[in-house]
């Protein structure tokens, strides 16, 4: 009989396989001082555009104070308990309350984690008759929360209408069969190329099918929509959305995370959403943080304002100078380059030592083999000279690229890797 761990020691996995040549450096980085638009990285300093503080509050000295008072006040215990037994708090529903109003809906729930909630927001949604329909592409969280499912799921090509509907048809037909439900579940901003979900035209799709719609709007939330209430507001289809979902991990800078629905959803909900009965009710620290966020998200439109001043420089700016930027719609800002692997790895070394420009790098699987995908996450706190900075870096990379520069420097991490 095998050890369990056999297969541990022979195979790390698509990412840990890569770890000799890339732990502390391409993965788990250690990023260094105050959240914001400069840090540093192994001791040197570095645009940093790779962190989802968008509105730039992570750092904002009265979020600083609110949060560092809330720690004297309840310390990081308070509440002990699941909600349900001993953990829930006036604040926690003041809480609710108000983000409940600020996304449109009747009512709100807290969830410890935007992760975790989901997988059980999806779980609690569904019984084995019922059968979800999702975009192929959506989040880690989405995918776990669907493979808890007893019953029967149907993914659809990445934000392709034509492609929901037909799986819309053919869960319908199920569905009848099997007297359930329909889920469909999209993101609100996919993260990793920036597209909005099509959230209006898959809202009108409710004129021609029955089913209930799902929305994970992490990117969206604080970012999209007049007053920021996200990719439902930007598309002028919020009431479409049956239940809406925004973690606390992107706009608002902090830990945690929401789900908003109709009153009768959300008293169903939070009597079933198991990561949440089963577990410690969300910290109160994060709970008046969170407040006074949410308050800073309402009444200061300035940030999201310079937010989107610098997603427009960064994105006209590379668009300017050739470079492929892709179809975002939001701020999550990717550019592609043309490259092995290897290559990717000495540009970004490239990038961070010469530069001092530090963005994420996403290769193969999670993009076609060939493609380089370096993500920027312009945020509030950025300026234009930073912006100007990394163009100029960017297009001088891309020259090096091009000639051949990285392949030479890359060729002993090849070798290496040919082992
Ligand atoms: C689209 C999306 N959904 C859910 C999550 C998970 O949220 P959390 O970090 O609060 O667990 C993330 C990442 O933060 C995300 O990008």
New binding site residues.
Partial sequence: MKDLFDKIYRDKGPLGKWASQAEGYFVFPKLEGHISNRMKFQGKDVITWSI?DYLGLANHPEVRKVDAAAGEMYGSAYPMGARMMSGHTDLHEKLQNELASFVNKEAAYL?N??????VSTIDALVSKDDIIVYDVDA?A??IDGVRLHMGKRFTYKHNDVESLEKNLERATKLAEQTGGGILVIS?G?F?MRGEQGRLKEIVALKEKFKFRFLV?D??GFGTLGKTGAGAGEEQGVQDGIDVY?A????SLAS???FIAADQEIIDYLKYNLRSQMFAKSLQMQLVVGALKRLDMLRTMPELKDKLWENVNALQSGLKERGFDIGTTQSCVTPVYLKGSIPEAMALVKDLRENYGIFCSIVVYPVIPKGLILLRMIPTATHTLDDVNETLEAFSAIRDRLENGTYKRLSAAVAAAMDK
């Fill in positions: 989802n969830l984690f935007g992760y975790q909630g989901m989040h969280c989405i993101e901003v993260g994970d992490a990117h979902f973690t606390f991990a992107k830990t945690g995370a």
